[in-house]
T-cell receptor, first 112, second 112 residues
Framework: QQQVKQSPQSLIVQKGGISIINCAYE??????FPWYQQFPGKGPALLIAIRPDVSEKKEGRFTISFNKSAKQFSLHIMDSQPGDSATYFCAAGLYNFNKFYFGSGTKLNVKP | SQTIHQWPATLVQPVGSPLSLECTVEGTSNPNLYWYRQAAGRGLQLLFYSVGIGQISSEVPQNLSASRPQDRQFILSSKKLLLSDSGFYLC???????????FGPGTRLLVL
């Protein structure tokens, strides 16, 4: 059973536009939801993360929106730039157990 | 400073040959350690994780094994590689009392 479902698989956005990536999870016990950014040939790097006690978290141009009742969360990239072109992964896990399940990834291409 | 190392960076192996990938972490003690596999264009699949020396949890039954002979060393092994073992192998760690997972640079394995 896939614990975390991510969509879309790929996304093309014009420079300056808003990129939106969505994830849904199954296990209501999950209490930590990070997003990772991965450039080709590199390991993923933590971008932003949220705990379920808040509905939104913003860091610069990156915002996580969290809907606990729907078991969904999303990443919004405002004013998308060509340098944001990368693969983005959502994840969900149990904070105290330090174990995470990853979505299948979204390949973002921001066109100049 | 805290860093994670993986080697080799790239590996080409024939089917049926053994495998040993090494991961070491510097600058911390008693980290949680993880092995993930990323198939081409796919998400991250958790293979093994370890919360201490000699303590290994397997997430997916397959012909791979993991060992943690020292606190900051995590080894991924196989006695006989399969074609399906090809992929990008990522080691990751979480420091004590932290929720942030850091990834290594990865090892690209091609089984021919």
């Amino acid at each position: 059973q896939q614990q975390v479902k991510q969509s879309p698989q790929s996304l093309i956005v014009q420079k300056g536009g808003i990129s939106i990536i969505n994830c849904a999870y199954e296990n209501t016990a999950f209490d930590y939801f990070p997003w990772y950014q991965q450039f080709p040939g590199k390991g993923p790097a933590l971008l932003i993360a949220i705990r379920p006690d808040v509905s939104e978290k913003k860091e610069g141009r990156f915002t996580i929106s969290f809907n606990k009742s729907a078991k969904q969360f999303s990443l919004h990239i405002m004013d998308s730039q060509p340098g944001d072109s990368a693969t983005y992964f959502c994840a969900a896990g149990l904070y105290n157990f330090n174990k995470f399940y990853f979505g299948s990834g979204t390949k973002l291409n921001v066109k100049p | 400073s805290q860093t994670i190392h993986q080697w080799p960076a790239t590996l080409v192996q024939p089917v049926g040959s053994p495998l040993s990938l090494e991961c070491t972490v510097e600058g911390t003690s008693n980290p949680n350690l993880y092995w993930y596999r990323q198939a081409a264009g796919r998400g991250l699949q958790l293979l093994f994780y370890s919360v201490g020396i000699g303590q290994i949890s397997s997430e997916v039954p397959q012909n791979l094994s993991a060992s943690r002979p020292q606190d900051r060393q995590f080894i991924l092994s196989s006695k006989k590689l399969l074609l399906s073992d090809s992929g990008f192998y990522l080691c990751a760690w979480i420091p004590p009392h932290s929720e942030t997972q850091y990834f290594g640079p990865g090892t690209r394995l091609l089984v021919l």
